[in-house]
């Protein structure tokens, strides 16, 4: 089935650094993906629709400046996290849709993001 | 968007039948129904999609009133590895594009032995 890998699972940083997290479709590709965030015991919550060859599109409240989201190919869109606080720590989820005519998302394993 | 609304949580006990129900009273006609489950820190999985009636697959059945409304996913025989959180989404399937699927609050499954 599909699979979407994301890397790293976990990372540590320190206030005022910056966090890139790569989400790849292994066995399709992926015009669209979307970056969720999760804080604990909270659903998610959609921060941005990644899109190959052009900008990302934000949802409201969420600084595009501090979370850049790249989508150079097909199958790679990352999320960096820019001057990283203690409030920007959470799990950050990534999905894609692996085929068209079903809306349903394949979601990766989750990065867990921890600024000290 | 139709806005899904859930238990909060529910429990139960090894071996019976789970009926999660969700709401959706403004679903769109294009609208389908998805159900994804969610472990402790891992991404949500895929369990179940559907338009109208019954749909079954090996891991579960929902059910989906003609008015489309509502709809219950059932679990057959739950296990202690069915303890999780379970999201109901309704967005667009076409093929000129979809719909954001929005997730709601989820229900949070604890099933003992």
């Known amino acids: 089935g599909a699979v979407v890998s994301q890397h790293p699972s976990r990372v540590i940083c320190k206030s005022g650094t910056s966090v890139k997290i790569e989400c790849r479709s292994l066995?399709?590709?992926?015009?669209?993906m979307f970056w969720y965030r999760q804080f604990p015991k909270q659903s998610l919550m959609l921060m941005a629709t990644s899109n190959e060859g052009s900008k990302a599109t934000y949802e409201q409240g969420v600084e595009k400046d501090k979370f850049l989201i790249n989508h150079a190919s097909l199958t790679l869109s990352t999320l960096t996290v820019t001057s990283a606080h203690p409030e920007d720590s959470s799990f950050y989820i990534c999905?894609?849709?692996?085929?068209?005519?079903?809306?349903?998302?394949?979601f990766g394993a989750g990065s867990r993001l921890t600024v000290l | 968007l139709a806005k899904t609304t859930q238990p909060i949580s529910m429990d139960s006990y090894e071996g019976q039948e789970v009926n999660i129900t969700c709401s959706h009273n403004?679903?769109?006609?294009?609208?389908?129904i998805t159900w994804y489950q969610q472990f402790p820190s891992q991404g949500p999985r895929f369990i179940i999609q559907g338009y109208k009636t019954k749909v079954t697959n090996e891991v579960a059945s929902l059910f989906i009133p003609a008015d489309r409304k509502s709809s219950t996913l059932s679990l057959p025989r739950v296990s202690l590895s069915d303890t999780a959180v379970y999201y109901c989404l309704v967005g667009e399937r076409g093929n000129s594009g979809y719909s954001t699927l929005t997730f709601g609050k989820g229900t949070m499954l604890l099933v003992s032995p």
């Open positions: 999905s894609a849709r692996p085929g068209s005519g079903a809306n349903v998302l394949t």
């Open positions: 066995d399709f590709q992926a015009t669209t």
């Open positions: 403004n679903i769109a006609t294009n609208d389908y």
